[in-house]
């Protein structure tokens, strides 16, 4: 086909199309309940519109089409009808009539109380502050590019109340970068800076029930402040403008966390992260953290599958073990390194990963690749039998990361680690919020140009696509930590010492009750069984000291233990070996890579 000059021309300088319109009304939010307004440049015809399916961050098609209510569209004044899509309920169908070029569309977007989903792609809120996730609150037609549609977003918030976000200021924004940008508004909400040593800003804005808890103190800014700091010699590079952490201190929402480009999700109770003086719980020290790390893993290099076009083109789970596995690695890191959890606290916490993912029958038959693919039906439906969780991708792929870390260590004498893979693969030109999508044969390429002479597919291939009865643990025997079995005298672990028995009978108890038999265990071969009750033991009646106190008397002289099981039948085990309970010891031949890693010394 030929083309005039003229029409060249025509075709070169065409105006783009105009922008959608998009008015969040939630001026009512603590009312729960959100009024939507959008405007759309249309022409007469049929018009499909489309509610977002997948979220980013999420994994899973569970955009809450649920929660919308009254939608109407009309043109010119007059209302126009439509019908959901037979086979898809997240889209809309409707004629526009001759002669109508704008289609203007209401609806009001009604949140689930008291969910933790809500402030991860929707509407949360109390009397005082509120999430509000503009990819729950808009409609697209059909097959809108997330980077070039573009979109006028106005938010209005009720009287006194501030804002805080990562959209621009600029009049347009894409529509992926508005899904992408959730907002925190609230009575009081305060702003301090993170100075950066690249000079990139940073901005840790707090969002409270009161102005007092708006108020960190003087440890969770620290940490904070080291967050920036760290890293920023972690990855080498930052690919975002500026960075807004939104931290909301409040014990009206659930806790919950989700990841941005160029801001994170946090939602935690007033003293979650603690004040210095005591351990916070270790899931709270690592949301802030993890979601960052987010913002190069998983929002700038983000796996080809999970690099849609359309906010409901499917996407693929098959590289989850990096987007989330390296990610919970690399912010636990930073959590230790930042200060956020003690160095002591973080091992233990790697030893009762070991000990939860151990308990995982699945792992015999489904590899992490495969519980990646299958993520999207096990976090929709469930945990289902419970023989795979979902959070396994996390700490299972932690774990093999932390091989990776070690070995990358041991085999360079020092000199390399898995921060050095991270400056490659995750560093580059900040050019601002840009997607740049991997495959694994790119992942296995930095891991090659890292460390030399490596077998790196074949590396990745054995852990993630292969099974295995137990939990990984090569990666914390090269870190010169490896697990042992032996007696316990931390008082710490004393409800850990009163109900795990796998080790030495092959059982585990709630109270007397047991919750787990072992395979090919003393309590397997007698015919326990989940459920079972045990009533008495040695005559007397059954309690868990006393079971404790029996079984490490077994130290050096076999001791025989009759239990009565739901005072019904007796089971014998004539046992010697003592308390039989999991450690990580100190091996002192190899270097302590541990520390190395999470402190950065010996």
Not at 277 to 284: E, H, K, L
Request: glycine share 6%.
């Amino acid at each position: 086909m030929v083309f005039s000059a003229c029409a060249f021309i025509a075709l070169f300088l065409a105006a783009p199309p105009a922008p959608l319109t998009l008015t969040i009304d939630a001026r009512e939010v603590s009312k729960q309940v959100v009024h939507v307004t959008q405007r759309f440049p249309v022409k007469p015809g049929p018009l499909t519109l489309e509610y977002p399916k997948w979220i980013p961050g999420m994994h899973e098609p569970v955009g809450p089409v649920q929660n919308l209510v009254r939608l109407l569209f009309s043109g010119k004044g007059k209302p126009i009808s439509w019908r959901r899509d037979g086979y898809d309920v997240y889209a809309f169908q409707l004629t526009v009539p001759p002669g109508v070029s704008e289609l203007e569309a209401h609806f009001d977007y009604l949140p689930k109380p008291n969910d933790s989903d809500e402030i991860a792609y929707g509407v949360a809120a109390t009397a005082q502050l509120a999430v509000i996730n503009p990819s729950a609150l808009l409609l697209a037609p059909r097959g809108s590019d997330l980077k070039t549609t573009q979109l006028t977003p106005t938010l209005l918030l009720p009287d006194g109340w501030q804002k805080a976000t990562s959209l621009p200021t600029t009049p347009t924004v894409s529509l992926e970068r508005l899904m992408d940008s959730p907002v925190f508004a609230g009575r009081y909400l305060r702003r301090f800076a993170l100075p950066s040593p690249d000079g990139v800003p940073h901005t840790l804005a707090v969002l409270a029930d009161t102005d007092e808890v708006a108020t960190p103190n003087a440890h969770t800014l620290s940490c904070m402040q080291k967050l920036v700091t760290e890293s920023a010699a972690l990855f080498g590079a930052r690919h975002y403008d500026k960075f807004t952490f939104l931290l909301a201190l409040t014990s009206g929402l659930p806790q919950y966390g989700l990841e941005h480009h160029e801001s994170t999700v946090n939602v935690l109770r007033p003293n979650a992260l603690g004040d210095g003086t005591s351990t916070p719980g270790q899931w709270n020290a690592n949301l802030l953290p993890h979601e960052y790390v987010h913002s190069w893993n998983g929002k700038h290099r983000r796996p080809y599958g999970l690099a849609g076009k359309t906010f409901n083109q499917p996407l693929s789970t098959d590289l989850l073990w990096v987007y989330e596995g390296l990610t919970e690695y690399l912010g636990e890191v930073l959590m230790v390194r930042c200060g956020f959890y003690p160095f002591d606290a973080e091992r233990e916490h790697l030893r009762q990963a070991l000990l939860s993912l151990d308990a995982r029958e699945a792992r015999k038959w489904q590899s992490l690749r495969e519980a990646a693919l299958a993520y999207p039906l096990i976090a929709a439906k469930g945990d289902g039998t419970r023989l795979r969780l979902s959070n396994d991708v996390y700490y299972e792929s932690m774990l093999h990361w932390l091989e990776a870390d070690a070995l990358i260590r041991q085999k360079s004498q020092g000199k390399l680690s898995l921060d050095d893979f991270c400056r490659r693969f995750f560093g580059g030109v900040n050019r601002g919020p840009e997607v740049k999508p991997y495959t694994e044969a790119e992942l296995s390429a930095t891991l090659s140009a890292t460390l030399p002479g490596q077998d790196w597919a074949g590396w990745l291939r054995a852990r993630f696509d292969a099974t295995d009865s137990r939990a990984p643990r090569l990666g914390l025997e090269l870190a010169g930590w490896p697990e042992q079995l032996g007696e316990v005298n931390e008082p710490r672990r004393e409800p850990e010492t009163l109900s795990d028995f796998r080790y030495s009978l092959g059982f585990r108890l709630a109270g007397a009750r047991i919750t787990r038999v072992e395979p090919d265990s003393f309590a397997a071969q007698a015919g326990l069984s989940v459920g079972n009750q045990l009533t008495l033991l040695n005559g007397q009646p059954f309690t868990n000291t006393a079971l404790r106190e029996a079984i490490r008397a077994s130290k050096a002289q076999a001791m025989q233990l009759v239990l009565q099981v739901d005072s019904s039948r007796e089971v014998r085990f004539d046992y010697l070996g003592g308390e039989r309970l999991s450690l990580l010891v100190r091996r002192s031949e190899v270097p302590n890579r541990l520390s190395q890693i999470f402190l950065r010394k010996e």
